[in-house]
């Protein structure tokens, strides 16, 4: 269940805000790199033992296998974990990078007639990449984009070039950001009501996704589809987890999960390696299937997972057996 890593080199290191920076990565030799759909992210393996996903945040410029760049946008957190500064600061165009290949759990809808996009600060990478291909396949799209002031505004060239399904909101007066794209976007008013056929996308801060999914209550859950950078605030103090079972179906096996571990871990030291990325429940990388049977009702932990959705899949990474009970998964 391994993952392909490949290395690259940074082509290209660009600032595009005072704390963002486009990192576009090439395959060392000029050979082509793997294909991706709109809303696929990478791991990026740092100096410093870090490992950060970043969303891919451009689409293909037309579909196909092939491509030959990777563009990720990366914020630098003053109060981040040192990934996000490792990349900034310790990586220079040439540098060799090892990488994951692209993995997707983030995708458009195939069906939506219209694609609502909600992208707040550095949350517009993987929309700004949905925009471009529903764009280059002629697909009805609206790209709402979130940000502090235009001096805020990551790949400003590229939602410029997207025109008049591009809607830019700033937070700073108007008069001091005046643009023709830009007009107060009162969040509420926009998601008033489901509209009929629109499924709605949205990637940004803790806030921001708050509001947005506040605002869209009354939209069936299979409509909207979000991706966080990183799990929200806990709302109360986090309990003692139980050790519990982990099964395989049919593969007979059965693995203890201790208290301290995840079913990740437990299977790793089994020998079973179950692709991760984020280990925090936000990306949806670990989610396997449920075995379908009675009294397999997983603590489902993740922030990546609809109601729907967790009656038949799990993220391994942070979900447990309820009461120290028995969880029972397929693995590919
Ligand atoms: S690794 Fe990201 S949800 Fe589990």
Known sequence: MLDRTLTVRVARKQRQTADVTAFELVHPWGRTLPGYEAGAHIDV???GGFMRPYSLALALPAAGRDNTRYVIGVK????GRGGSASLHERVHEGDLLAISTPRNTFPLHPQARHHLLLAGG???TPLLAMAQQLEREGRAFTLCVFARSRAHLAFADALAALGANVRL???EPAAATAGAQVQHIDIAQLLQGPQQGTHLYL???AGFMRA???AA???PEDRVHLEYFAPPAADGAAGVDEPFTLVVAGRGIEVAVAADQSAVDALHDIGIDVPTSCAQGVCGT???PLAAGQGNAPDHRDHCLTATERHAKVALCCSRAQHGGRLIVELP
């Open 286 to 288: 670990c989610v396997v």
């Open 45 to 47: 393996y740092l100096p």
């Open 217 to 219: 209550a009354s939209w």
């Open 122 to 124: 550095i949350g517009l």
């Open 169 to 171: 909101h700033f937070d």
């Open 212 to 214: 947005v999914l506040e």
């Open 76 to 79: 630098r957190e003053a109060a």
């Open 203 to 205: 990637c940004g801060p």
